[in-house]
Nanobody
Framework: QVQLVESGGGSVQAGGSLRLSCTAS?????????MGWFRQAPGEEREGVAA????????DYADSVKGRFTISRDNAKKTMYLQLNNLEPEDTAMYYC????????????????????WGQGTQVTVSS
């Protein structure tokens, strides 16, 4: 069973930065799992933000965060990161990490149906 734990959320002003982390349970070999970050604002559907292949060589971002967010992973530390820069009030949401077995997560990396494992989320709040 893959367990994921997010951390690093918080409250910042517009233009600020945060770094989110997602750590996998100790018995998981992260090198076999593609991973992604999703977010969900109140009353909205969960949307994909960024995704990274198991080997770290393929990365994709939602258009709304390109140039501001950076996804990365350290398989030895069993941790995936999301650097959030130049935050906007529209980025306010609960952020979730997700994983699935395989180098790439299916045909649509930003579909929640491509991921079998989810964390509990970490809240990001951006004030204007």
């Amino acid at each position: 069973q893959v367990q994921l734990v997010e951390s690093g959320g918080g409250s910042v002003q517009a233009g600020g930065s945060l770094r989110l982390s997602c750590t996998a349970s100790r018995f998981v070999s992260m090198g076999y799992y593609c991973m992604g970050w999703f977010r969900q604002a109140p009353g909205e559907e969960r949307e994909g933000v960024a995704a990274i292949s198991a080997d770290g060589f393929s990365i994709d971002y939602a258009d709304s965060v390109k140039g501001r967010f950076t996804i990365s992973r350290d398989n030895a530390k069993k941790t995936m990161y999301l650097q959030l820069n130049n935050l906007e009030p529209e980025d306010t949401a609960m952020y979730y990490c997700a994983a699935d077995y395989g180098n790439q997560c299916g045909g649509n990396w930003f579909s929640t149906r491509e991921y079998a494992y989810w964390g509990q989320g970490t809240q990001v709040t951006v004030s204007s």
